[in-house]
């Protein structure tokens, strides 16, 4: 199974800012995914990032809050932007090789906005 | 909307009993399953799938589930349980969209495995 990276591991930010998120694959996938985990909570699916073109939004997330870049297959970055406390949370990176392979993750990014 | 539901939030166990996490899932199309499990202060790791055949699977650590399809269900069991299984148990259901597809995750069950 693949390796994924994210940096920063976790962040205390001001609220109004921005913050990037960097995920970093170690080897080619065909999909990647990013979660937020609220405390105490489950997963819920922010966007598909594809290679080359606009992420694919679940209901709820939009582009301006939560843009995505994929400009290959091992590397994607979610930016989460203008933030407010209800955005603390911790942001997952997720990958796999096809709809038919399981999904594999990074430690992700514990987000604190204060 | 697709969904997947796990019927308990918290479970509390001692050692040698056992185990099992009911899920069920809302979609009619073909479906991939999985348990993940989160250790405390760990990512997340992959218990066990099911893809296809035989729909009792195992998995890691002495874990298995079963599918039953017409039940739209996944549950997960262990005959008996240890302390170091204490950990947050994930089931997920990877809906297929055209050439990809998409993972749903249930709330999550808390267990906690007492000495």
């Known amino acids: 199974s693949a390796v994924i990276s994210q940096k920063p591991s976790r962040d205390i930010c001001q609220r109004g800012t921005s913050l990037t998120i960097q995920c970093q694959v170690d080897?080619?996938?065909?999909?990647m995914f990013w979660y937020r985990q609220q405390p105490g909570q489950s997963l819920t699916l922010i966007a598909t990032?594809?290679?080359?073109?606009?992420?694919?939004?679940e209901s709820g997330f939009v582009i301006d809050k939560f843009p995505i870049s994929r400009p290959n297959l091992t590397f994607s970055t979610l930016t989460v932007s203008n933030m407010s406390p209800e955005d603390s949370s911790i942001y997952l990176c997720?990958?796999?090789?096809?709809?038919?392979?399981?999904?594999?993750f990074g430690q992700g990014t514990r987000l604190t906005v204060v | 909307a697709q969904s997947v539901s796990q019927h308990n939030h918290h479970v509390i166990l001692s050692e040698a009993a056992s185990l099992e996490l009911g899920c069920n899932y809302s979609?009619?199309?073909?479906?991939?399953l999985f348990w993940y499990v989160q250790y405390p202060g760990q990512h997340l790791q992959l218990l066990l799938k099911?893809?296809?055949?035989?729909?009792l699977v195992k998995g890691i650590k002495g874990f298995e589930a079963e599918f039953i399809k017409s039940k739209f269900s996944f549950n997960l069991r262990k005959p008996s349980v240890q302390w170091s299984d204490t950990a947050e148990y994930f089931c997920?259901?990877?809906?297929?969209?055209?050439?990809?597809?998409?993972?749903?995750f249930g709330q999550g069950t808390t267990l906690q495995v007492k000495p």
């Open positions: 080897s080619q996938v065909t999909m």
């Open positions: 979609y009619g199309g073909t479906v991939n």
């Open positions: 990032a594809n290679q080359g073109s606009e992420a694919t939004y």
């Open positions: 997720s990958g796999a090789q096809g709809w038919d392979t399981e999904a594999f």
């Open positions: 997920a259901v990877n809906v297929r969209s055209g050439n990809t597809g998409k993972l749903i």
């Open positions: 099911y893809f296809s055949g035989d729909p």
